[in-house]
Nanobody, 126 residues
Framework: QVQLLESGGGLVQAGGSLRLSCAAS????????VAWFRQAPGKEREFVAT????????AYADSVKGRFTVSRDNAKNTVSLQMNSLKPEDTAVYYC???????????????????WGQGTQVTVSS
């Protein structure tokens, strides 16, 4: 089992920055592919970014490419999401997710992930 805890959310003005963190406990975090998803009110959960076990492979949603950066520190069991140039449409609950297998297949798909955090609210005002 892996327990995930997100932090770093909050209220920020458009154009500002936030840094989200996902702290893991339990099973070896370094063996998991980890992703960030988000869900806005009335919308489906959508993929934001993902990072492979070693950090060598990274993928982003087109909507955040060039503005968001995902990284991980396996020694500290954390994955971070640096969000710059935030827009009101980035407002959502952001979730951290980890898989059991540590593969790189269907990494943009929520059903690929076995463990989820409770989420952290990000609100961007215009």
């Amino acid at each position: 089992q892996v327990q995930l805890l997100e932090s770093g959310g909050g209220l920020v003005q458009a154009g500002g920055s936030l840094r989200l963190s996902c702290a893991a406990s339990g099973r070896a975090f370094s063996s998991s592919t980890v992703a960030w998803f988000r869900q806005a009110p009335g919308k489906e959960r959508e993929f934001v970014a993902t990072i492979s076990r070693s950090g060598a492979r990274i993928a982003y949603a087109d909507s955040v490419k060039g503005r968001f950066t995902v990284s991980r520190d396996n020694a500290k069991n954390t994955v971070s999401l640096q969000m710059n140039s935030l827009k009101p449409e980035d407002t959502a609950v952001y979730y951290c997710a980890a898989d059991r297998a540590g593969g790189w297949f269907m990494v943009r798909t929520a059903t690929n992930y076995d463990y989820w955090g409770q989420g952290t609210q990000v609100t961007v005002s215009s």
